[in-house]
């Protein structure tokens, strides 16, 4: 299984963070369990090719 490498932080109530693969990429979440579960669908939507222009 290959490492993927985040950056997060918490903001007041929310969770932040991005792939430090896609830095320009970020999302947000209620908790950190659910911000983990937003990388993940954001790390299989960038590595997919399903959003034009990701490198």
């Known amino acids: 299984m290959p490492v993927v490498k985040v950056m997060v932080w918490q903001a007041g109530d929310a969770w932040l963070g991005y792939l430090q693969e896609y830095p ?12 983990r579960e937003h990388l993940k669908d954001l790390h299989a939507d960038l590595s997919s090719g399903e959003i034009p222009g990701a490198s």
């Open 24 to 35: 320009d990429y970020w999302t947000q979440g209620e908790s950190l369990d659910d911000l």
